[in-house]
Each structure stands twice: as C-alpha cells, then as structure tokens.
C-alpha cells in the first residue's frame, strides 16, 4: 500500500526529451516525503505523475511505473486519480473554481461532481472544515480570502475527495510565514491523524525539517539524493543541488568551520533547539507522527 | 406588492420574464412592442424596489443608442421624406421614427436584463438551472466568466501599478492612456492563459470529468402558479411574435 513512482520517466507532448528520468519514489500512508531541488530538476512534473494528472489529464509519454495502493495510473481517468491522490499547486487563486460563494460550497465543489449525497457531501465538508481548523471560514467568500487560508482552502476541497495521498507542489511558495506555519501545521496534523501519505515538494528546507520523514532532492529529472530528512538535510552536498540547508544544519557547517565542530555539547545544543524550534502538527521537528487509518485506501 | 415579493421569485421564472419582455420589445414592430414593455418594466422595478438603481444600466446604452439615431436617422435606406437638408446630410422622418423604435428597443433589452441582474444572485440562478439540466460545463463556463470579470479588474490594475513603477506613464491625455494600454494586454493575456492550464488541472483533480450527474447542495423555492405564468409568458412571447410575422397583429 504505497504512492509508487518505480523507474519513471516521462517528456511532455511534443518534445523529444525526458524531464524525468527513471524517478524511484514511495510515499507509504502516514509519511510525508519531501522533495527539492534547483529550478527545471523536475520537480512539478514529479507532481504532475504521481497524480495521475501527467499522461492522463495533459498528454505526453510515461515509461516506467506509477501506481497508487498497486493501481497503475496510467489506465486511471483523472476522477479517478483525484479520488485516490491529491493534488495542490502552489497558486492558490487558481486552485478555486471561481463559481462559488462561500468556502463551504467551494469545498463541496469535487464531492458534488462525484453525484455524492447531499448528506455525505455536507458530512465530508464538515469533516475537512474540523480537520483542517477553518470551521470559521465557512461562510466567507472565498475570493476574499488572505493567501494562507485560500491555499488552506484549496486544500481542503482537495481532501473533501478524501484521497489516500496527498501530492503538493511549493504549497506554501506564495505564502508569508503565518501562513506556511498554517498550512504546515494543517499538513502534518492530517498525516499524523488520518494517515494520509503526503509527497511536498517544498523550497523551504525549515518546513520540510520540521514535517518530513523522508527527503529526495532531485537534479534534471534524478533522483540525487534520497533518505531519512535529518540525514538528507544535513549533507553537505545539498547546497551543490540547489538547495538552501536548513538553519541548524548551515549552523553545523559554520561552527565547524570556526574550529568547533568536534564541540559534543554545542551539538547536542544545536540539536536540542531543532527539536524545540519549529513545532509542526503539535510535536517537535523530527519526531514521527502517530499513524491513523488511511482516508480512502 | 412588497419589494421581496419580486425578489422571492424563482430565478427561473425571472430569467423567463426577462426572455419574454426582450422577445416582445424585438420581434413584436412598431412602437406597441417596447412601449409595452417598457411599461411593465417600469411597473416591475418600482414594485421591486430597484427603480433608481436601474439608472446605470439604462446609462450604460447611450453610445449604442446615439449611433443607431445616428446611422438609421441620416442613412435609412430608402427614405425619402427629408426633415432639413444639412449640406450634405438629409436625416428622414422614416429613419428617425426606426431610430427611436429601435432604442426604445434597446433599453427595454438593457433594463429587463437589469432588473434580472438586480434581483437575481448570479448563484441562485445558475444554481436553480442546474437543476433544471444545464450541465456541469455550462454552468462552470457562466459562472466563471461572471466572477472572472472583478479578478480581470484587479490583474489589469496589478499590472499597470507595476508598469508605472518602472516609468509607463498611464495617466493624463487619452492618448497617453491609449499607450498605456498595450503594454497591459500581453501580460493580461498570457497571465490569463497560464492561469486557465493550472485552472484546469486543478479542476481535474476535483473530480471535475466524473460521469455522474452533479448534486445540486440548493433547491430554491418554486410552486405550480410560478411554473404556470413562466409557461405562459414562454409560449404568448412566441405566439405573439408568429402573429407579428404571419401579419395578423395591426397594431401601432
């Protein structure tokens, strides 16, 4: 029971060359996996084929394998996908259909395209509105909302589908630093309380430090580096990626530049704050979320 | 007649009378067609209560209004019953009388429209009309198009801020404001154009291709009399305008 990316590549409709090239990748149900990377490694597109979105819903061509709970995508058509994998892009004004009047319809928008029950569809907006902490936002006019809680919006009328895997792309790329902190938060308390597997791809190392458990940084279309978050985030070769170490490692790399890098204590110091730090879904960075059942495996 | 009373009215049977008051004004010749109409029109926004704000849109056919006086008044074809020869220009009592027939029609289109558009949330009526069968997609496309237009209104209004942050000058003569124009329509466009391919990725991964007939989450209140009048103003609009065309109506 995985969100399975097995050797796969991929290039868009009418170009001759692969963006991705034979990407290995698994998000099982309750971890979040990280991915980074320096601008046009492929990052998106790994979005766009783990969804299910990329062939089906945009074209082109996918060699290899990309399966959900062991379904191939390939033959999935794009309801389909959505009801089994998320996806959030990084712009949350696009996100919404623009056809609604309040964040609650705006939320039933995909359970009423599946025809559900005006019973279910209420009961799955109720449920997403609890989950997510945005009950408030209700009734408001979703054109009128501030970055962080449309984005928080558009996510939940993506979980009203109740998906197993949630795949997000820079979700919190637009956002100012309350609302990184609202939607990861948001984020890493879903994981830890349905189980949801969740792929982010995500530019700010602090928020993949303080919610990942695995970490993969890409380089045009690989997979360079791959591994348990602390581990990945800490090598030095991240930078030579593309990719901005986490403060507490940059710290480690300054001290031990300084002549203090063999100081256990300060270390232990450096470490202790992490855990203390950036909190996310009510437990300390690094620390494993509780897994519950999955959404809709 | 209390002003909700109007209001309260299904969108449907609204959108019907509005339907029927453009079919009369257009397809029913000669003054009787709009004046009628325009009667009911008056009558309906004052027991609606929107008569004042119906101002703008009434307004708003003025440039339409002075053309078609323009054009039917000095060049209708055939005429010959010239009111004052002005050098070249010889305006025609025939092409006057078209002229004012024709706007009489225009606004009568424009404030049934309004009246519609004052008493009726965009939602609602869509909503109600979904119900009635209109699909997933024609629903999405009216709907978008409608709330589109404030967002339009504040992406041009983004981009000509930062236009002029880097020196475009976008104010003072008409001219100057006619350049500053162009500058605005490829970022409006192209922004426009990316914005609708994540829109509609987006929209796919909300289930938005599903086979199944959508729920409709509002039933808005309707009642046989409703069904009853919009049938009848429905089919009196069509018969009213095959008797105007068979030539059985004499009317003035």
Redesign the interface.
């Known amino acids: 029971m995985s969100l399975t990316l097995a050797g796969a590549r991929y290039r868009y409709a009418g170009t001759a060359r692969d963006v991705l090239d034979g990407i290995d990748l698994e998000v099982a149900p309750g971890r979040v996996v990280g991915l980074a990377g320096a601008n046009e490694s492929g990052k998106s597109t790994v979005c766009?084929v783990a969804?299910g979105?990329a062939p089906a819903?945009?074209g082109g061509r996918l060699d290899g394998s990309v399966s959900i709970d062991g379904i191939e995508t390939k033959g999935m058509?794009?309801?389909e996908a959505?009801?089994r994998c998320?996806?959030?892009?990084q712009?949350p004004?696009?996100?919404?259909?623009?056809?609604?009047?309040t964040v609650f319809?705006e939320i039933?928008?995909?359970?009423?395209?599946?025809?559900?029950?005006?019973g279910e569809?209420v009961g799955r907006v109720e449920w997403v509105l609890d989950t997510l902490g945005i009950a408030a936002l209700a009734p408001k006019d979703p054109?009128r909302l501030s970055g962080g809680q449309a984005q928080l919006v558009?996510l939940a009328?993506?979980l009203a589908?109740r998906p197993a895997y949630l795949v997000l792309d820079e979700p919190t790329s637009q956002l100012d630093p309350q609302g990184t902190r609202l939607v990861g938060e948001a984020l890493a308390g879903l994981a830890a309380e349905t189980g949801t597997g969740i792929l982010i791809v995500e530019h700010k190392t602090e928020l993949l430090a303080a919610m990942a458990h695995d970490v993969a940084v890409l380089e045009t279309g690989r997979i360079a580096l791959a591994g348990p978050a602390p581990e990945v985030l800490a090598d030095p070769r991240l930078a030579e990626l593309g990719v901005e170490p986490p403060a507490s490692a940059r710290l480690r790399l300054a001290l031990g530049a300084a002549g203090l890098g063999s100081d256990r204590d300060v270390f232990d110091a450096i470490d202790g704050a992490a855990a203390g730090g950036p909190r996310v879904g009510g437990r300390p960075a690094g620390e494993a979320p509780a897994v519950g059942p999955p959404v809709n495996a | 007649m209390p002003h909700g009373t109007y209001h309260a009215l299904n969108p449907t049977t609204k959108l019907v009378i509005a339907f029927a008051e453009a079919l009369v004004a257009f397809g029913v010749r000669g003054w009787t067609g709009p004046l009628a109409v325009l009667v009911v029109l008056a009558l309906t926004a004052l027991a609606a209560g929107v008569a004042r704000r119906m101002v703008p849109f009434a307004l708003a056919t003025i440039p339409l209004v002075i053309s078609i006086l323009l054009v039917n008044t000095l060049l209708y074809p055939g005429a010959h019953d010239v009111i004052v020869r002005l050098g070249p220009l010889a305006p025609t009592w025939s092409g006057l009388t078209a002229a004012l027939q024709a706007t009489l029609r225009v606004i009568a289109f424009a404030l049934s429209a309004a009246i519609l558009g004052l008493t009726t949330?965009t939602?609602d009526l869509?909503s109600d009309l979904e119900r009635r069968g209109l699909g997933?997609r024609g629903?999405?496309v009216i709907?978008?198009a409608i709330?589109?237009v404030?967002?339009m209104g504040e992406r041009a209004g983004e981009i000509t801020d930062s236009q002029r942050a880097r020196g475009m000058d976008t104010q003072g003569s008409v001219i100057r404001r006619v350049r500053g124009v162009i500058p605005l329509a490829g970022p409006m466009i192209f922004g426009a154009l990316t914005?609708v391919e994540?829109?509609?990725?987006?929209?796919?991964?909300?289930?938005?291709?599903?086979?199944?007939?959508?729920?409709?989450?509002r039933v808005l209140p309707d009642s046989g009399a409703q069904r009853l009048v919009r049938w009848v103003l429905f089919l009196g609009a069509i018969a009213a305008v095959a008797a105007e065309i068979a030539g059985l109506l004499h009317l003035p």
């Open positions: 766009l969804s979105l819903s945009i058509a794009p309801h959505a009801q998320g996806v959030l892009f712009n004004t696009t996100q919404l259909s623009g056809t609604t009047v319809e039933a928008f995909g359970p009423r395209n599946l025809g559900l029950e005006i569809i054109a558009a009328s993506v589908l | 949330p939602d869509l997933r629903t999405f709907g978008s709330r589109m404030p967002r914005e994540e829109q509609t990725m987006a929209l796919e991964a909300r289930a938005f291709s599903a086979p199944a007939r959508r729920t409709v989450l």
